[in-house]
């Protein structure tokens, strides 16, 4: 069965730190760009950092620049997300996506293969 599973998710206090992962299986990530999008309640999933296939470049949202760091290891078939200095802002459910095109994926939101979410919540 092809699937992402996302892993990680939790409570931490404003300032902590959680390293997200993104599994892949029944399929390989190497030519997949990987995108991590969340969704706060009432509103819309947005993008938070993508990685691209072959070379690795990275994007972030500017909410999260210099926070948060996108990571693949191919080797592992998984993806991370490392979030420091969380904010109660960053409440959300956290997903992964898989996409050939990575701007359709940053972009569009269009996905070959989306996880089914992990809760991060960040309060005192």
């Known amino acids: 069965q092809e699937q992402l599973v996302e892993s990680g998710g939790g409570l931490v206090q404003p300032g902590g730190s959680l390293r997200l992962s993104c599994a892949a299986s029944g399929f390989t990530l190497d030519n997949y760009a990987i995108g991590w999008f969340r969704q706060a309640p009432g509103e819309e999933r947005e993008g938070v950092s993508c990685?691209?296939?072959?070379?690795?470049?990275?994007h972030y949202a500017d909410s999260v620049k210099g926070r948060f760091t996108i990571s693949r290891d191919n080797g592992k078939n998984t993806v991370y997300l490392q979030m420091n200095n969380l904010k109660p802002e960053d409440t959300a459910v956290y997903y992964c996506a898989a996409g050939l095109d990575r701007l359709k994926l940053w972009v569009l939101l269009s996905a070959d293969y989306w996880g089914q979410g992990t809760q991060v919540t960040v309060s005192s």
């Open positions: 990685i691209s296939s072959g070379d690795s470049t990275t």
